[in-house]
């Protein structure tokens, strides 16, 4: 019920659901007070918090999204983000957002495909933003930019969409 306290809602669920909500809770409450952290600019509070909140709940996937989003945008440290999000998509494959924040590391770290990929599994979640095409054409058009041979980028990157297409459609 609305409104109803984590203490009340562990002792109505059954004994392994009780103790899971037990430790998930405080996890949640570290989670929310990072994000704070972040909108204060407090970067190192936030990445301790972030990394307490996993240390209390290792299967939190917010834990592990949220401290990948700070490593990504606010200390450009790609390889750590990658492994958060990497864990969060683990522990909670449908969060279409995690797909999307880890399809920007990927771009950055030179992987065209995982992001394209990535961005992909994103509209597949739903496209909540209703974005993820845009954002495939300008991975694409950025990767053409940088290729040598734009021409034959993209044919391959037809060729790519094409057989994409066609593994969604069976």
């Known amino acids: 019920p609305v409104g109803e306290s984590a203490a009340r809602r562990a002792r109505r ?11 998930e809770e ?3 409450r570290l989670v929310d ?4 952290l972040v909108e204060d600019e407090d970067y190192d509070q936030a990445e301790a918090t972030y990394r307490k909140a996993i240390e209390l709940d290792p299967k939190s996937a917010s834990a592990h999204a949220s401290l990948g989003r700070l490593l990504n945008h606010f200390r450009e440290d790609y390889d750590q983000a990658d492994v958060m999000y990497r864990m969060a998509i683990e522990l909670d494959p449908e969060d279409a957002y995690v ?3 880890f399809s920007e590391v990927l771009e950055k770290r030179g992987d065209i495909d995982g992001a394209i990929r990535e961005t992909r599994e994103y509209v597949r979640k739903g496209d909540p933003d209703e974005d993820g095409d845009e954002r495939i054409t300008e991975i694409v058009a950025a990767a053409r930019d940088e290729a040598g041979d734009p021409e034959s980028f993209q044919i391959m990157v037809d060729v790519q969409y094409t057989w994409d297409d066609a593994e969604r459609a069976l």
Do not use: F, Y
């Open 13 to 23: 669920a059954g004994p392994s659901q009780r103790e899971e909500r037990i430790k």
């Open 26 to 28: 405080p996890a949640r």
């Open 33 to 36: 007070l990072g994000d704070t």
């Open 99 to 101: 797909h999307w924040n």
